[in-house]
């Protein structure tokens, strides 16, 4: 069997992930501090949890519509609204199997062999590989620390095409913690009017801001809601990762095309992950979303200490205002970001992942997260400390 002759080229090319490859290693290792895992530690709310044990019991255990069940599909709408848009749950609000499925399903709806996507450079590890998969053409736009790595019209403007079909905006932003103001949105809005440019708004992190000021939907901006996939999920604010429940938001007719592609292949997202993230957003609009309030103040104090412990430690970092992840800058200790990576772990017993991972641009940076106990990051910063007192050039 000549399975490069079998095999797809275009996927076959893609490299692994490079947050999985380097935990392979980290797996394997005892007494590991883990500053790389995306992850909330913070368990499920236990009224969410409850729920869907409940529509266990009581038989819900069938498939529901497509689009997702209509009571979520409304508190989806309303929870929207909160972010300065409201979208008609009965026609522009799907349920996916993680807001990762959006990412996909936008893509594939949209896409054509060798359209372009531009793509902020670092940015989540997936929208690369699922450009690539969808037959498209990944063009990365460079960010800098020196803004916040924000995305700004004149990079955006630089990188159009003729082939440009759509671009990812992902903020606030997985790796580098930056968020985007509303001026900044309004003159990418600028940017794009008299194009048919459509924009993935990957908006999973809404919710985790440091910034004091409610996240703004890029589709609330004027002119942009007709041009826009908002995607969402529970994954993140709601401590919800292993339910898998997401949500993607947009024009009828955009939505349509990305559902045809949802019901051949997913049918619809799991039932019971359905009837807790009803639970997570009628609890949350009824007690002004406490308990995410809750798990924001405990990241925050997180933030402050890691990103203290990183500029004690000599390492460069600029103030990540969303999400849960600080990116220093490694290039001092004048190691590679793989290099720093696997050496800080064999050392120190410390596990962040290579800036490399997330683009081009994010080598000579590293990810930690600090989605994790205070007292691991007080430790982890420590030994981080230990080891660039000793390899600083």
Known sequence: ???????????????????????????????????????????????????????????????????????????????????????????????????????????????????????????????????????????????????????????????ITPKTKAVIFPYPNNPTGGVMEPEDMKELAVALDGTDIVVIADEIYAELTYTGRPHVAFASIPGMRERTITLNGFSK?????????????????????????????????????????????????????ADVKRMVRQYDRRRRVIVDGLRAAGLE?????????????????GMTSQEFCVRLLEEERVACVPGDAFGETGEGYVRCSYASSLENITEAVRRIGAFTARHHG
Not at 25 to 51: H, N, Q
Not at 244 to 263: F, N, S, T, W
Not at 278 to 283: D, F, Y
């Open 237 to 289: 604010a709601f401590a919800m990762t292993g339910w898998r429940m997401g949500y993607a938001c947009a024009p009828k007719e955009i939505l349509d095309v990305m559902m045809r592609v949802h019901q051949y292949t997913i049918m619809c997202a799991p039932t019971a992950g359905q009837y807790a993230a009803v639970e997570a957003l009628k609890s949350g609009l009824e007690t002004d979303f």
């Open 1 to 159: 069997m000549n399975y490069e002759r079998v095999l797809c080229e275009r996927v076959r090319k893609v490299p692994p992930s490079g947050i999985r490859r380097f935990f392979d290693i980290v797996s394997e290792m005892k007494d590991v501090i883990s500053l790389g895992v995306g992850e909330p530690d913070f368990t499920t709310p236990w009224r969410c949890s409850d729920a869907a044990i409940y529509s266990l019991r009581t038989g819900h255990t069938h498939y529901t519509s497509n689009r997702g069940l209509k009571e979520l599909t409304r508190l989806i709408s309303e929870y929207e609204a909160r972010f300065g848009v409201r979208y008609d749950p009965a026609t522009e609000v799907m349920v996916t199997v993680g807001a990762s499925e959006g990412i996909d399903l936008a893509l594939r709806a949209l896409i054509e062999p060798g359209d372009e996507v531009l793509v902020p450079d670092p940015s989540y590890v997936s929208y690369m590989p699922c450009v690539a998969f969808a037959g498209g053409v990944c063009v990365p736009v460079k960010t800098t620390a020196e803004n916040g790595f924000r995305l700004t019209a004149d990079m955006l403007k630089a990188r």
């Open 317 to 333: 970092t600029h103030e990540p205002l969303g999400a849960f992840y600080a990116f220093p800058c490694v290039r001092s200790t």
